[in-house]
């Protein structure tokens, strides 16, 4: 009993830090998203459509992240802590050289992606949702370098335990980003008024500071993993052919996952610009959820990989049966939270004379939404351990299957041949979540994956 309750312990202490990490940046997302929404419904809708653009070409770089953290946990399990922190210079490195061309897309892309969003069926338009998209993309395109190598770096710090550190970084990055938003959208304390262009404005000063941050702590010799300048400037073929052998399934199987909530927003750009907003609105919500789910799960494949590392199987075991308990208990209390204050969270999003504040279908569309956080918290946590044992081919099969039959396919049929709207699109992310969860549940208890070889 003690084992067992030292071991729940340890994971609590590592998995609490990297949730509130991970769970500050989609804060952000959500106190932005609230004042851009007070500038208008268009705004809103704009800018969150770049937001998923930004974290669609983002998961592109899951295959060096999650392909890097599976690695170094091996090598940190097994002590050879030299092989990890070669493993962290080759993935910066390969981090900068794909930003650049991301960056590129971002900025020269934009003014023909956001011609899909539909505004003529908005009967006033303040402020166009299409121009603040395109302005705040743009914008934050030109930082891309600093903002995607400090994402990876911070992502590996995390996977690697060091979640207090990752937290530092990331709350005081975020922490100010939400002080300079309101500052620079409205022009307060003497600043010009910049709405949008204010906001994208405040991401690019507020990474900067964090890339800083997080360059500075990996060269201190207390860290988990160190970087060396000798290995971030020279290149290694085989170690590219490891990350990317690792962390391609992860890619494609999160990369499919955006692709697939991409087109789904797309599909909701079409129905309406008022949609449109509050579908941003629940993503931002799940967004801060996800985030919580996540650094459950991120702990969990920390601690799966080391102690396979460290050829403790039982061990591995235990601890991922405690963070499938933990994750139930948090997914009820969320489901509770979400349904109970569903008119306070529209309130906070909307002005007074939107229209959609005073639509009760909005209302129950809530109800859906807080029903899929449960089966996608469970599902979240137990991907974690089957990663962490090097499982990764399994999730991106499921992945993929659950994205076109249910994301693509169903809300296609149920959007446009039986006009089902928001409420069916959510109905349909329901279902996905619940056959996720239950097909990667059947697979972790059959037990291949204490057979997985890297």
Known sequence: MASKRSHGISFLKTSLPAAIDLASQPVMWLVEAVFIGRLSAAALGGVGFALQIILVTCTLLL??????????????????????????????????????????????????????????????????????????????????????????????????????????????????????????????????????????????????????????????????????????????????????????????????????????????????????????????????LSMFYLGFGMAAMTYMGKNLGANDHIIAERTSKITHRVVFIFGIIILVLIIVFSGTLLHLFFRKEDVIIYDKSYRILFTVFAFVQFPKAMNTVISGNLRGAGDIKWIMWMTIIGVFLFEILSNWIGVFFFHFGLAGIWSVQLADEIFKSNMNHWRFRGGKWKLIKL
């Open 63 to 288: 295959t060096l992240v999650m392909g890097s953290i599976i690695l170094i946990n091996r090598h940190l399990g097994s002590n050879n802590r030299w092989e990890a922190n070669h493993i962290l210079g080759q993935t910066i490195m390969a981090g900068f050289l794909l930003s650049i061309p991301i960056g590129l897309i971002w900025y020269f892309g934009s003014p023909l992606i956001f011609q899909i969003i539909n505004e003529r069926s908005a009967q006033s338009i303040s402020i166009s949702g299409i121009r603040s998209g395109i302005q705040y993309l743009q914008i934050v395109a030109i930082f891309t370098p600093v903002i995607i190598t400090n994402f990876v770096a911070v992502g590996l710090i995390r996977g690697s335990g060091d979640t207090h550190l990752s937290m530092i970084i990331n709350i005081s990055m975020n922490i100010t980003n939400i002080i300079l938003t309101p500052i620079l959208i409205y022009g307060l304390f003497g600043f010009p008024r910049m709405e949008v262009k204010g906001a994208a404005i405040a991401v690019a000063i507020s990474h900067t500071l964090g890339f800083s941050m997080t360059l500075f702590y990996l060269r201190r010799k207390t860290s988990t993993i160190f970087l060396s300048f000798s290995e971030l400037t020279t290149p290694k073929l085989s170690s590219f052919k490891s990350l990317f052998k690792m962390g391609l399934p992860t890619t494609v199987e999160q990369l499919v996952w955006s692709f697939g909530q991409l087109i789904v927003t797309m599909y909701v750009a079409l129905i309406g610009i008022s949609q449109l907003a509050v579908h941003q609105v629940f993503l931002r919500i799940q967004g801060v």
